[in-house]
């Protein structure tokens, strides 16, 4: 194998790639990046057996032929070579790197007992703007389970229906929904359990831009395509909760009120919090129109503080976890946010009024 390419672009596939490398002391082979050179492109290869990334550079391939080394070495190594042409080659020593005035020798391993990827069968697809998903992840993936117990909800639920999309995370105290727009429709309603660490590095790849996202779901795996790079990744097994029987349907108080001025707020207060509760008292006054907010903390001491609402229906009083509330409002943004409740005892479902796709929904603490 031997291939010339610019520092530029191996720097920026190596680094986009070598996160998924895993660092195992039973496989060694899946610390390293596969190099494919064939055809004027290379490409890059990592896997972890559950999750894989692959990404192609163009390449002046001179000898065809496939080859690993370890992951992190070459990435932080052709990071550091100035802006200019690349040439590797597998030799009997290694992979011998020339660039500039710098000659460098990486030992590898034969290309043969890299993982194979396997291929789809009958997927579903769909297409989308990369923007549109990647704001949508960055809607859910915080709020799911970091329980392994519960495999079914330590994902993101993928909902593919006609010309829509449906993504859902949640850990059983709180859940987020955003429901985005295809460019293509499908029949029927195909979903999927996405692991919370490929959403990530989903998330991480994809541009913020109007660049078109291939999505294809299996009945055991899911692939993310970019133009340049595909995402790899097997699927969890199991049922997701029907969330949607959850969700409030009718409200019996509803406030309104400016995002920014509630979250500055919650923060203050959350200083008075007792550790580990995070117990956060938010009183609705309908006859002054406001809310009250108030934590006491017998180490630290208390704060109260009010902020201006518009307020529908009766007054009450409900407890919540502030950090659980912060990243509600912070994943909805927008101007204003609305909070809609039954009691004091049924989750709260925050919403937007700028969004109409997404909704939070909180579970409160109960006393």
């Not at 002054?288 to 007054?315: C, F, M, R, W, Y």
């Not at 950090?323 to 049924?346: A, C, H, M, P, W």
Request: glycine share 6%; proline share 5%.
């Amino acid at each position: 194998m031997k291939f010339t390419c610019t520092q530029e672009n191996l720097s920026h596939g190596l680094s986009a790639v070598s996160r998924v490398a895993s660092k195992s002391a039973v496989l060694a082979i899946l610390n390293n990046v596969l190099l494919v050179a064939e055809n004027g492109q290379v490409q890059l290869q990592t896997t972890n057996l559950e999750l894989a990334i692959i990404v192609t550079i163009r390449a002046k391939v001179e000898t065809p032929g496939r080859y690993t080394v370890p992951s992190r070495l070459l990435t932080d190594f052709i990071s550091l070579l100035g802006n200019e042409r690349v040439t590797l080659e597998q030799t009997p020593a290694g992979l011998h790197i020339v660039s500039g005035h710098t000659q460098t020798t990486i030992k590898g391993t034969p290309a043969d007992d890299f993982p194979v990827l396997p291929t789809h069968d009958a997927p579903t697809e769909t297409t989308l703007p990369a923007a549109t998903l990647r704001h949508a992840l960055e809607g859910v993936i915080f709020a799911a389970a970091n329980d392994e117990s519960r495999p079914e909800i330590s994902g993101t639920l993928m909902v593919i229906q006609e010309k829509h999309c449906t993504l859902v995370a949640t850990d059983s105290y709180r859940l987020a929904e955003n429901k985005i727009s295809t460019l293509t429709s499908v029949s029927g309603e195909h979903k999927a359990i996405i692991p919370s660490r490929t959403a990530q590095e989903v998330l991480r790849l994809l541009p913020d831009d109007e660049t078109v996202v291939r999505v294809l779901l299996g009945d055991d795996q899911a692939r993310f395509l970019l133009p340049d790079t595909e995402i790899v990744s097997r699927v969890i097994e199991g049922q997701y909760p029907d969330y949607q029987q959850i969700i409030p349907t009718a409200w019996q108080t509803k406030m309104v009120c400016d995002r920014e001025e509630l979250i500055k707020n919650i923060r203050a207060a959350s200083l008075f919090c007792k550790a580990g509760i995070n117990d956060l008292s938010i009183a609705i006054d309908q006859k002054e129109k406001q809310l009250k907010l108030s934590a006491a903390n017998t180490q630290l001491g208390e704060h109260v503080a009010t902020v201006p609402a518009e307020i529908d229906g009766e007054s009450m009083s409900v407890v919540f976890n502030f950090r659980y509330i912060l990243d509600g409002l912070q994943s909805l943004g927008g101007k204003n946010i609305s909070v809609e409740f039954q009691d004091q005892n049924t989750p709260g479902v925050m919403r937007s009024p700028e969004r109409k796709d997404a909704l939070y929904l909180l579970m409160p603490i109960r006393q």
